[in-house]
């Protein structure tokens, strides 16, 4: 299984960007997707997540400014990122704790994708 991450990039105070995830391999099912962040000298930290019903859960930090949805279809998690402040910014990683293999379950990490917030 893997977590492929895209859509970073650097921005603008006040601007978007959108982060889209897409696992693949042999996946049975995935219950909670979900993104951490981790800025230079910083903990690793829960941005938000969402479980395969819908139900989302956000940092205080981000709440009113992300958006976390996902395709069940295709298993793909989006993390839309409006109103963008330096302080966003960080290594964006996808994560899935509890993806069901013919393995079991099992915990995987996208890569991580780098967001700049600057002017």
């Known amino acids: 299984v893997q977590l492929q991450a895209s859509g970073g990039g650097l921005v603008q105070p006040g601007e978007s960007l959108r982060l889209s995830c897409a696992a693949s391999g042999r996946i049975l099912n995935i219950n909670v997707m979900g993104w951490y962040r981790q800025a230079p000298g910083k903990q690793r930290e829960l941005v938000a997540d969402?479980?395969?019903?819908?139900?989302?859960h956000y940092a205080d930090s981000v709440r009113g400014r992300f958006t976390i949805s996902r395709d069940n279809a295709v298993n793909t998690v989006y993390l839309q990122m409006n109103s963008l402040k330096p302080e966003d910014t960080a290594v964006y990683y996808c994560n899935a704790p509890r993806v069901l293999t013919p393995s079991g379950l099992m915990e995987y990490w996208g890569a991580g994708t780098l967001v700049t917030v600057s002017s």
């Open positions: 969402i479980t395969r019903g819908g139900s989302t």
